[in-house]
């Protein structure tokens, strides 16, 4: 089921897409990509007895709104509106690729309406001691450039988003460019706000085969949050990680969330 919310801010339109009955997840997809990634995460959640709500950006699907000089506390109000409106009390906040740093800016911005969050992985906030190779990074604007062919567009999807051997074809399309704003909004943000996602417990996926985030960095993190934090690691799987490994994604995400009452 598709709902769209109106945002804090006045001709602001924030599109949700719900699935299933029960404690409530809210989803957030990497910039530039969109709802529609959660596909089949919300199905898993559905069976687990969990209601999903996943979220569009600015600029995803139908939502809408102005896409420039906009902060990460911007982002934020678009999540809170979607909770606000259609949940009852706190929900468990999940964040895929630079959605981890909305889901913990969610939960340090407005500490009310996030029960947990989990980072998938768990990045954005150390990139000076953890940066992206620049061949990497040269990579990353070729992936959703549809002036380039299949296969060019297949091997920098593979270079930067999935592990060796995995499939890159599923995220040839699914790419909302008008929703990269996000990713500006972040790195215009500091940090020492957000990096923590405030006090609630967090599970961090970390993917073995990621180029964007090493393991280092993901376990790096973890320690500096102590007990509250739940750090697991994925083989086979890059940046990518939902269209990699969904199953074993899914199988964690749900253990974790049944450790709440």
């Known amino acids: ?15 949700a897409l719900i699935e299933g009955a029960g404690p ?27 209601r999903s709500l996943a979220v569009n950006y600015r600029g995803a699907g139908q939502s809408r709104g102005p ?5 990460l506390r911007d982002v934020v109000d678009d999540v809170a509106s979607v909770i606000t409106q259609l949940c009852e009390g706190p929900v468990h906040v999940v964040g895929h690729a630079l959605g981890n740093t909305v889901a913990r800016a969610t939960a340090s911005y407005r500490p009310d309406l996030a029960r947990s969050v989990t980072a998938m992985p768990c990045g954005g906030h150390n990139l000076a ?36 051997g995995n499939d890159a074809s599923s995220w040839l399309e699914g790419w909302w460019p008008a929703a990269s704003w996000v990713g500006q909004a972040m790195q215009q943000s500091n940090p020492e706000d957000w990096q923590r996602g405030g006090d609630v417990p967090m599970l961090i996926i970390q993917p073995l085969d990621d180029a964007m985030l090493s393991r280092e960095a993901g ?8 007990p ?3 750090y697991v690691e994925v083989a086979q799987c890059g940046h990518a990680i939902l269209p990699e490994q969904p199953q074993l994604i899914a199988e964690h995400l749900v253990q974790f969330l049944r450790t709440f009452p």
């Open 1 to 15: 089921m598709k709902t769209i919310v109106s945002g804090v801010t006045p001709g602001v339109e924030v599109e």
């Open 24 to 50: 409530d997840v809210v989803l957030l997809p990497s910039a530039g990509r969109g709802a529609e990634d959660f596909a089949e995460l919300q199905a898993a959640l559905t069976a687990a007895g969990y």
């Open 67 to 71: 896409e420039r000089e906009l902060s």
């Open 129 to 164: 001691a953890h940066p992206v190779a620049p061949e990497v990074m040269a990579h990353f604007p070729r992936c959703h450039d549809h002036s380039l062919s299949r296969e060019e567009r297949l091997i920098s999807l593979g270079i930067v988003f999935f592990a060796p």
């Open 219 to 226: 376990l790096e993190f973890a320690r500096s949050l102590g």
């Open 228 to 230: 509250r934090a739940t």
